[in-house]
């Protein structure tokens, strides 16, 4: 596997691929890969005949007082990964192959990208929706690959995609879950071992609520009672616990399908998201 930091050996790399007819696919990450960001890799490899994987950690991305500084980085760890797992090259720019000196573009997407971790983390998705049109436009893969696990971010992805005229399939893959249910994630070596035995409260609580809504229960009632169990359960803040349409992503008060449940919440200094079909 080769690893590239810089855009013209990028550029070099991506031509003998398409030279050799291969349909190319792009992982991005932040790295600190875990299972889940591995299974993306593992349908990009069932899927194409060159995998991309890409490595920044995106500052754009990060609010103020984030963990912008203390995201876990191994890259090392990730390269061998990475390699193991068949992926043909990483893509690990420095920030001025991404960012360079003068600066001045962002991609916004409005509506889809307001609400849940919009609304919690101003300017998060104006983030993301930027370096992903950078990646693709670095790497124009003929297919990307995203987790659900992020939904809303898949979303917003989709939405731009269609609105910048990038054409390449976008591919969403379920989320990959430990066996307690809690959704593996980069930020989860943040937890204490009690936190993290207390964490899976959060899953479990959000597939108790899907239920009882998909049978037929007061929505808002529900999600009341879903977020007290939560705070009883040691987490200590709530940023959403929300029904929405999972196609619009608008907030659903009563159930129709297709229905998706959304949560953050906050434990010990971590904040976790997560989010499960209602159906
Ligand atoms: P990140 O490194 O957190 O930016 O994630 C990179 C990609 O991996 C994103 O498309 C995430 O949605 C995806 N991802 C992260 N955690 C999981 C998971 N538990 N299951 C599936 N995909 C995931």
Redesign the pocket.
């Known amino acids: 596997m080769q690893i590239v930091r810089q855009l013209d050996p990028l550029r070099d790399a991506l031509a003998g691929f398409r030279k050799a007819g291969a349909k190319i696919g792009l992982?991005?990450?932040?790295?600190?890969?875990?299972?889940?960001?591995m299974?993306?890799v593992e349908v990009a490899m069932e899927q194409c005949d060159a995998v991309v994987a890409s490595?920044f950690v995106n500052p754009t991305q990060f609010g103020e007082g984030e963990d912008l500084d203390a995201y876990p980085r191994q890259e090392a760890a990730d390269a061998t990964l990475l390699e193991a797992a068949g992926a043909e090259l990483l893509w690990a720019p420095t920030a001025d192959q991404v960012y360079p000196s003068g600066y001045a573009t962002s991609v916004s997407v409005s509506g889809i990208g307001d609400g849940l971790c919009g609304a919690a983390r101003p300017g998060h998705f104006d983030g993301v929706a930027t370096v992903v049109a950078k990646l693709f436009n670095q790497i124009r893969p003929d297919a990307a690959?995203?987790?659900?696990?992020?939904y809303q971010?898949?979303a917003v992805i989709r939405r731009m995609a269609r609105d910048l005229d990038f054409t390449h399939q976008i591919i969403g893959?379920?989320?990959?879950?430990d066996p307690d249910g809690l959704?593996?994630?980069?930020?989860n070596a943040y937890l204490t071992v009690e936190q993290r035995a207390d964490a899976a409260a959060l899953p479990e609580t959000m597939r108790e609520a899907a239920i009882a809504i998909a049978a037929g229960g007061r929505v808002a009632a529900i999600l009341e009672e879903a977020k007290g169990r939560m705070l009883a359960s040691g987490f200590h803040k709530i940023d959403y616990l929300e029904l929405r349409d999972a196609n619009t992503m608008a907030v659903l008060d009563v159930f129709i399908q297709p229905a998706r449940l959304f949560a953050a919440a906050h434990i010990g200094r971590t904040r976790l998201i997560d989010n499960i079909p209602v159906s």
């Open positions: 992982v991005p990450t932040m790295g600190a890969l875990h299972a889940g960001h299974r993306l490595i690959f995203f987790g659900e696990k992020d971010q898949l893959v379920p989320t990959v879950r959704a593996l994630s980069s930020r």
